[in-house]
């Protein structure tokens, strides 16, 4: 029998829920606009752990494989972008030329590609329990604009589709976080191997747990 990567994280947190693991990604905009220790700072403060980091410009070849890349995450992309057409009141075959989710998807995700190896990046694996939705809520919403105050791409981002599509670029968001426990395995399994994660007790541990 082999477990399918949701059974394993279920299995995993179920008995060590602190041991919980997402990815995290500062972008090359939050690596050139110098947010590299306040996106590391906002998840220290929680109480999640860094239990690995790096410095690195990723491949196109290693970004193509980050990415799930199936039709179901790029029709994702394309959902998201119309909702923010239809709530700015913008036409997407004027902006795009179609409407279609899946080619918006892959437009999108042709321009994010170009984005993630544009420069380097920072790259850590955090662990606490639920790591993945606690990151994901530090982190805020995928479109800066709707992204609420008090998150990083809230506080630090201000792009919007709008603009991004207009440039043909992807939108600047400063982070990357893992979107569910599936997308976590894969992505720390991508970047980081065994030997670069580094387990370790928190002086605070024994006190909040
Ligand atoms: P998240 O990064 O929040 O998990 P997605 O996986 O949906 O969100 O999107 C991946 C990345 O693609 C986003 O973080 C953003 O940088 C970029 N992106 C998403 N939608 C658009 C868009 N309409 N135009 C340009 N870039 C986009």
């Known amino acids: 029998m082999t477990l399918r990567g949701y059974e394993l994280f279920n299995l995993i947190t179920m008995v060590k829920p602190q041991e919980e693991k997402t990815l995290v990604l500062v972008k090359p905009d939050g690596v050139k606009r110098g947010l590299v220790g306040e996106c590391l ?9 860094i239990i690995a980091l790096k410095m690195f410009t ?3 070849e290693e970004i193509k494989k ?15 972008t119309l909702e923010h057409y239809k709530a ?26 170009e984005f993630m190896i544009s420069g380097p990046v ?11 939705e606690m990151v994901r809520k ?38 990357h976080a893992s979107g569910d426990p599936d997308e976590a395995l894969h992505e720390i399994e991508h970047w980081f191997n065994p030997q670069e994660i580094h387990p370790y007790k928190r002086a605070e541990e024994d006190i909040m747990f």
């Open 122 to 132: 920072v790259a850590c694996v955090v662990q606490g329990i639920h790591a993945v």
């Open 66 to 80: 980050h990415y799930p890349n199936t039709d179901k995450w790029l029709r994702g992309l394309g959902e998201k």
């Open 88 to 113: 700015h009141g913008q036409d997407p075959m004027k902006e795009l030329g179609t409407d279609d989710t899946l080619e918006i998807g892959r437009k999108v995700s042709g321009w994010l590609e």
């Open 58 to 60: 990723p491949t196109r």
């Open 41 to 49: 700072r906002r998840i220290e403060q929680r109480g999640l752990k």
């Open 138 to 175: 530090i982190v805020g919403n995928t479109l800066p604009a709707k992204a609420d105050m008090g998150t990083i791409r809230g506080d630090y981002s201000v792009d919007s589709p709008t603009l991004a599509n207009l440039q043909k670029r992807s939108i600047h968001n400063v982070v």
